[in-house]
Nanobody, 122 residues
Framework: QAQLLQSEGRTVRSGDSLTLSCRPS????????MAWFRQYPGREREFIAA????????NYADAVRGRFEISRDYGKNILYLQMNNLRSDDTAMYYC???????????????WGPGTQVTVSS
């Protein structure tokens, strides 16, 4: 069973950039896609971006397209989320996830990291 280890969260200022990382301790056979979600207090998790780990195909939510970039180091088995021009409404708990479907619904992802708090101050 995959365990996803996430980098620690940070507090940054509006306009700053921040990169999150996620490293699976083990990827189960059949896990082909990794993704990032975020969650605001009292709300459901929302999709940010996904990447096919082998081929590199990506998909983004409209809210972050052009500002955020998902990538992976296939050799080191590390997933990244580069976040640029951060805004106060990017303040949320960020989760990495792994699954077998190239999808944007959290129901398609079987394994989840513990979450990383990102706070953007204005």
């Amino acid at each position: 069973q995959a365990q996803l280890l996430q980098s620690e969260g940070r507090t940054v200022r509006s306009g700053d950039s921040l990169t999150l990382s996620c490293r699976p301790s083990y990827l189960s056979f059949g896990v082909k896609v990794m993704a990032w979600f975020r969650q605001y207090p009292g709300r459901e998790r929302e999709f940010i971006a996904a990447i096919v780990f082998l081929g590199g195909e990506t998909n983004y939510a409209d809210a972050v397209r052009g500002r955020f970039e998902i990538s992976r180091d296939y050799g080191k088995n590390i997933l990244y989320l580069q976040m640029n021009n951060l805004r106060s409404d990017d303040t949320a708990m960020y989760y990495c996830a792994a699954g077998s479907e190239f999808a944007s619904s959290e129901s398609f992802f079987d394994f989840w990291g513990p979450g990383t708090q990102v706070t953007v101050s204005s």
